[in-house]
């Protein structure tokens, strides 16, 4: 049988933080589309994962098996994608025209609070009006249309 993924994630994270509304900021969600898709998950698989009392969220026995190997499996998931693609650690590539890398995008750049994306943040600057735009020489490209 196939899960629906959403509610696999949006329970695992209501389980991570045992906590509908932190679960729901997370997701950027609200709290009744969390129970809705707990509701949904509830009927794919047939069983009570959650019970709610008040504003209590406490997991049956069900649920909490399943809370803790949808973490592991997260984590595993997060984990290959990381290696897979260098773990976040390669650094932004930004190609950018000479003219406007040096009148708008380091201006700009310079105002930017650094967040943990600007350690390593390389600008390869242009002069060719046709320069070669693949994703091996930039992640993101700034071009002049004609």
Known sequence: MHYNIRYLQTFECV?????ISLAAKE????????????KGLRNQIGEDLVQKSGRTTTFTEAGEKLGQRLQTAFSEIDASVKNVIGGGDRPLRVMAG???????????LQAVPH???FH????????DPSPVITDTVA??????LH
């Open 139 to 144: 992640d993101i490209f700034f071009q002049r």
């Open 120 to 127: 390593g943040l390389q600008i390869k600057m242009f002069t």
């Open 15 to 19: 389980y991570r933080y045992n906590s």
């Open 98 to 108: 000479s003219s406007f890398a040096q009148g708008w995008l380091f201006k700009r």
């Open 27 to 38: 997701l950027r969600i609200t709290p009744s589309a969390i129970s809705h898709q707990l």
């Open 115 to 117: 967040p943990k994306w």
